[in-house]
């Protein structure tokens, strides 16, 4: 893709928009918040420089990158996009009106893609009136790094729109994974109840947080513990994925832990605010 515009440009957008321009594109970074815009292109210069030391790119490599990078806080920079990547909050509302704005920016050709990691594909490609042209492009945090992308089809997207897209994830070095649109789709269907007990065994005493991630670290031989992992992604975040998956099956093994909810509305949302399950303030 040529041009590519991406909204949002917190953790997960500003990650998108660096391996966009990493990879050849020219990339519209969007958000209404100037100073979340400022950050992102810190956040970006300092993965990339990261990359420089670790010889996975050269200075060449990385001042191009950033060069095809273009921060811009009305949504218009996103008028001559052939793809766009939203990656806005995690909330319903916000994404519908987003995509209905971009429906009436964007060509008739453009592809819409949401970085939603639980919300209904096919609901958002409701609110245009290009739904074959709408899709799922849920990559993983943080975007640079892990190679995996969702690739979530909604009930009315083409063939042809899931083939590009799925061709654009391999041209990013990323492995696209096709699946279809239910809520959680299949990472945080997965993911989020073991994360969800996790948080019970804290809350009911059964251990500490860092006996649990322990736990799971060494006996299950995974490189993050759940309750790491829970502030990694945003508290906040978590509560809402499990809020869509206990609304959208219906079935109670998907109620949000009491416990997290409480964490939440305290404020402790993980890395992000300094406090989750762990101490982030030092």
């Known amino acids: 893709m040529k041009a590519v515009a991406v909204v949002g440009a917190g953790t997960m957008g500003n990650g998108i928009a660096h391996v966009f321009a990493q990879y050849g594109s020219r990339v519209a970074l969007i958000d209404v918040d100037a100073a979340a815009l400022e950050r992102a292109m810190v956040t970006i210069r300092a993965n990339l420089d990261r990359q420089v030391k670790k010889h996975t790119i050269t200075d060449v490599q990385r001042d ?3 060069n095809r990078i273009a921060a811009h806080a009305r ?9 766009v990547v939203e990656a806005a909050s995690e909330n319903p509302t916000v994404k519908f009106e987003v ?3 971009l429906d009436a920016l964007l060509p008739p050709g453009a592809i819409l893609a949401t970085n939603t990691s639980s919300i209904s594909i096919t609901e958002i ?4 009136q290009r ?9 993983m945090n943080p975007v640079p790094v892990m190679q995996l992308v969702e690739v ?5 997207t083409s063939d042809d729109t899931t083939h590009t897209v799925v061709e654009v994830a391999r041209a990013l070095g990323k492995t696209p994974v096709e699946v279809n649109d239910y809520p959680g789709f299949v990472s945080n269907r997965v993911l ?5 007990e996790a948080v019970y065994c804290v809350m009911e005493g059964v251990a500490t947080p860092d006996a649990v991630d322990t736990v799971m670290k060494l006996g299950m031989n995974h490189p993050l513990g759940p309750l790491a992992l829970a ?9 809402a994925i499990l809020e869509v998956l206990h609304r959208g099956l219906g079935d109670d093994k998907y109620r949000p832990c009491p416990l997290l909810r409480k964490m939440v509305a305290a404020g402790r949302l993980g890395r992000k605010s300094g406090r989750g399950f762990f101490d982030y303030s030092k």
Do not use: W
């Open 64 to 66: 191009d990158a950033l």
């Open 231 to 239: 502030d990694l992604i945003g508290l906040d975040v978590c509560l």
């Open 192 to 196: 989020m109840p073991m994360i969800n």
């Open 99 to 101: 995509f209905a704005r």
């Open 125 to 128: 490609a409701a609110r245009t």
């Open 131 to 139: 739904p074959d042209r709408v899709i799922g492009m849920h990559f």
């Open 75 to 83: 949504l218009e920079a996103a008028a001559d996009a052939e793809l």
């Open 152 to 156: 979530i089809r909604g009930l009315a």
